[in-house]
């Protein structure tokens, strides 16, 4: 027993002094309850509305204070016309826009019924539908509270419109969030993957001594990986129209040039991961779960980012595929053009720059 007392002991402490093995069993663990705990939820708070008031009277200015004091609804701007609508979706400013018709309270008073537009951004179905659900409710709710008391019964009838998918396809919203997860996942997790086999094979010092740079030779290695990734897009793409009958109302051009920039940020990142590792076993793993759990919950297409903590929301500002998920969405959905996604492209081009910069600089041209 002694003896076997011992090799217990020693087998904790090689646990303890592990710190990879210490973030597997105790980090790994407490971030994932974190991240299921705060993010996997379908509930939405201070989503942008903007209102179109064209009436101006007391019933409309009441069901606008009620928008307002709702945690559900945050309002993000004061339109003036019918022409703002539009712009105000390809803007990305609001994610509903309420129309109140001229004469509201005086139809009301004087027909008993009366009818408001709801427009919704359907682009991500299950959120425009939850967003005018909301709307709904707080519209019954002012009208039992402050209709009930009047002698004949009045009702305000709201009329939804789904801009972009009025179908409410599922498509629209995960072939975006897919295209987003397989780019980041399977660019990061090959690249890793490959130079580490040539650490474990014992090639990757004949490679670095040959005549050849050796940074040429990691982007030798990288180039494959690209194309393949290139040709996967556009299986996923093709599939996407022709058998989910996705729409595609944008540039081809600009959407594999965005592409493009995902995945050579999703290369640089698995090259970081490979020079931290020597094993094919732990670079799968840390791309996977690296890769795979951010892209899913903090991306955006699964679970809405507004109505999760801030600092997870801070998190999801430096996920590239989140980036991409936003071009990919205007691009396919929207239709729209560089001009309108230029924020996102910027901010997707300057991680991949860093990536790759840090990539390039960590890679160590002598092995130890």
Same mark, same amino acid.
């Given at each position: ?23 597997? @069993? ?27 008031? @064209? ?106 419109? #789904?801009?972009?998918?009025?179908? *409410? ?58 194309? *393949?990734?290139?040709?996967? *897009? ?27 920039? @995902? ?27 690296? #890769?795979?759990?951010?892209?899913? *919950? ?49 901010? @997707? ?20």
């Amino acid at each position: 027993m002694r003896q076997f007392f011992t090799f217990v002991s020693k087998e904790f402490r090689h646990v303890f002094r592990d710190r990879k093995t210490m973030l597997m @069993l105790f980090g790994l663990p407490i971030a994932q309850i974190l991240l299921f705990g705060f993010a996997l939820t379908n509930e939405i708070k201070d989503s942008k509305i903007a209102i179109l008031d @064209l009436a101006k009277d007391p019933a409309s200015r009441a069901i606008i204070e009620k928008i307002a004091s709702s945690d559900q609804f945050e309002i993000a701007s004061s339109l003036q016309s019918q022409a703002g609508i539009e712009e105000t979706f390809k803007k990305g400013s609001s994610n509903l826009v309420l129309v109140f018709p001229v004469n509201f309270n005086e139809d009301l008073l004087g027909q008993n019924s009366v009818q408001i537009q709801v427009i919704a951004d359907a682009s991500d179905p299950n959120e425009a539908n939850t967003l005018t659900n909301y709307i709904n409710f707080i519209v019954a709710s002012y009208q039992r509270e402050e209709l009930v008391t009047e002698a004949i019964p009045l009702q305000i009838i709201t009329e939804i419109r #789904m801009l972009y998918n009025p179908e *409410l396809k599922g498509a629209t919203n995960f072939v975006p969030g897919v295209m987003a997860l397989v780019l980041m996942l399977v660019c990061t997790l090959m690249t890793s993957v490959s130079i580490v086999r040539e650490k474990e094979n014992g090639t990757m010092e004949i490679l670095l001594v040959s005549p050849m740079n050796p940074f040429l030779v990691i982007v030798s290695k990288a180039i494959p990986y690209f194309i *393949l990734s290139l040709v996967n *897009l556009t299986v996923i793409l093709l599939l996407s129209i022709f058998l989910l009958d996705m729409p595609f109302n944008g540039s081809y051009f600009l959407f594999y040039f965005e592409s493009s920039l @995902l995945i050579i940020a999703a290369l640089s990142l698995g090259l970081l991961i490979s020079t931290s590792t020597n094993s094919q076993q732990a670079a799968m793993l840390i791309s996977l779960m690296g #890769m795979l759990v951010p892209t899913m *919950l903090l991306t955006g297409f699964m679970f809405p980012l507004e109505n999760m903590p801030v600092p997870l929301q801070l998190i999801s500002d430096i996920i590239p595929s989140r980036w991409y998920y936003i071009i990919a969405k205007s691009i396919m959905i929207k239709g729209l053009g560089f001009a309108a996604i230029w924020k996102e492209t910027l901010i @997707l081009f300057s991680m991949t720059v860093f990536f790759l910069t840090i990539s390039f600089k960590k890679f160590n041209i002598r092995l130890q």
